[in-house]
């Protein structure tokens, strides 16, 4: 009596990328309510109080709601990338060590980095598209706000999450386990404040330097991204200008983070 033996099916690289992404987004789903409190409830906190109860209580120009906007929605987009990349990979090379099965799996190691930067563009887009209607309603009307460049706006948006869920490739791989806290401290808050979130970048003009030493921020060429799509009319930094430094910005930091990746998976 013959036994036959069965090769065991070629898995492609592309079907186990998929399954990683699909298992991410699934436990981003389940933790749908603590993602959206941390990545929203800071921006949407400013956005009550700068484009809200200020404005309605005469300390603030009614026309801060048009740059506003746009910045608040940079915020979010910005902190759900970078913090969907960079917290699982911080805890995957730190206290669970879930990136050691990861990198069992049969593809290429720089391909698991790309899975968890995919991810955290997907995370980031969601999190601006759930914080736009919300920031539009309690602002109330925004007289130049439109919606009519809906291509150059998913542009702006996709490249701008590309390039925080880089910079989480880098900074998870970068960041000690014990000094997250510290990370956002230090790195973020100062980004915030200096990112033209909440200010355009053209009133700076007053302050030259101010104005070109921001440039080395990310944050300020995705607000003014958003300022030039979201409320064309308005001044902004260049659109050209924005596109050019995003994909600039997203190049480097992917070389920067994969090549940290590799240093700590092989490590």
């Known amino acids: 009596m013959s036994t036959a033996t069965t090769a065991p099916a070629h898995v492609s690289a592309m079907r186990v990328f998929g399954a990683l992404l699909m298992r991410d987004l699934t436990v981003a789903r389940r933790e749908l309510a603590s993602f959206l409190v941390r990545t ?92 736009l209607p919300l920031a539009r309603l309690i602002m109330g009307p925004i007289d130049a706000l439109t919606v009519s460049h809906i291509g150059s706006v998913l542009l702006v948006t996709l490249l701008g999450a590309a390039t925080f869920s880089a910079l989480g490739l880098v900074l998870g791989t970068a960041v000690a386990a014990q000094n997250i806290g510290l990370m956002f401290s230090v790195i973020l808050a100062p980004m915030i404040m200096f990112g033209c979130a909440y200010y355009p970048w053209r009133g700076l003009d007053r302050v030259p330097i101010m104005k070109y030493a921001v440039l080395v921020n990310p944050l300020v060429y995705v607000s003014e991204g958003l300022r030039a799509v979201l409320t064309p009319s308005l001044p902004h930094m260049p659109l050209g200008v924005v596109l050019v430094a995003l994909a600039a910005f997203t190049a480097v930091l992917w070389w920067a983070g994969i090549r940290g990746f590799m240093r700590r998976a092989v490590g």
């Open 40 to 131: 929203t409830l800071q921006p949407l906190m400013f956005t009550v109080v700068f484009g809200y109860l200020l404005p309605r209580m005469g300390f603030m120009a009614r026309g801060y709601s048009s740059a506003l906007l746009p910045g608040v929605l940079a915020v979010s987009l910005a902190f759900a990338s970078l913090q969907s990349v960079t917290l699982p990979m911080v805890m995957d090379f730190g206290w669970t060590r879930e990136i050691e099965d990861r990198l069992l799996a049969p593809v290429p190691t720089w391909l698991v980095a790309f899975e968890k930067v995919i991810s955290g563009i997907i995370q980031g887009v969601f999190s601006a598209l759930f914080v």
